[in-house]
């Protein structure tokens, strides 16, 4: 009972991250969220790699709920300026490094409840920003999936425990696990 009143949050996020995954259209059908553009006073030192450019950029804008630009989210446009894209469960970031201008232009596009609570869901520790708030939020998300694994299998002891005959645990427990390894089978 604790462990449920502890990680109820984490479960409720679980529950509404996986009806807003099945009740919105493909990520190929959604209308593109609303942006907002502004620019911020940026000098970048010329010896640096995309990559360090990238980490400094990161560094300065100290954004929330982010962690540093992977390499894969690094290009340059039509002008070589460096653009990098960050995500984060409130929307995506995307930074244009302009050298010439010694600014940094960033797009921010806001993703609604629907993006995060199903970025939320997400967030576990081993992709956790390292900043404090998403390292805590990380923790709180791996107690609720260890708490739901706890609650099953306690679930079950309690039934062999004290009704063990009871015909309608048994046939939700055997359908369960019906289900269960036919979609497994069905998937592979």
């Known amino acids: ?16 991250s ?3 995954d099945s009740s919105l259209p493909a990520w190929s059908e959604r209308k593109a969220p609303p942006t907002t553009e502004q620019f911020v006073e940026f000098q970048a030192p010329g010896d640096l790699g995309d990559k360090e450019l990238a980490d400094l950029v990161y560094e300065e804008l100290d954004m929330p709920l982010t962690g540093p630009a992977a390499e894969y989210s690094l290009r ?8 990098v894209n960050f995500y984060t469960p409130n929307g995506f970031r995307t930074v244009t490094v302009l050298e ?11 993703g609604g409840m ?10 576990l ?7 404090f708030l998403t390292r805590a939020w990380g923790y709180y998300n791996e107690a609720g999936l260890w708490a739901l ?11 062999l ?14 359908s369960g696990n019906v289900v269960f390894l036919t979609l497994y089978w069905l998937i592979r």
């Open 1 to 16: 009972m604790y462990t449920g009143l502890f990680t109820f949050t984490a479960l409720i996020i679980y529950g509404l």
């Open 18 to 20: 996986g009806l807003v």
């Open 76 to 83: 340059r446009d039509a002008d070589r300026n460096l653009v």
């Open 100 to 110: 010439r201008d010694g600014r940094l232009k960033i797009v921010r596009s806001r």
């Open 114 to 123: 629907a993006s995060f609570v199903t970025g939320m869901h997400g967030s």
């Open 125 to 131: 520790l081993r992709y956790a920003a390292p900043r």
């Open 149 to 159: 694994g706890f609650m099953a299998l306690s679930g079950v002891a309690l039934w």
């Open 161 to 174: 425990g004290t009704r063990p005959r009871f015909v309608w645990a048994q046939a939700a427990f055997v």
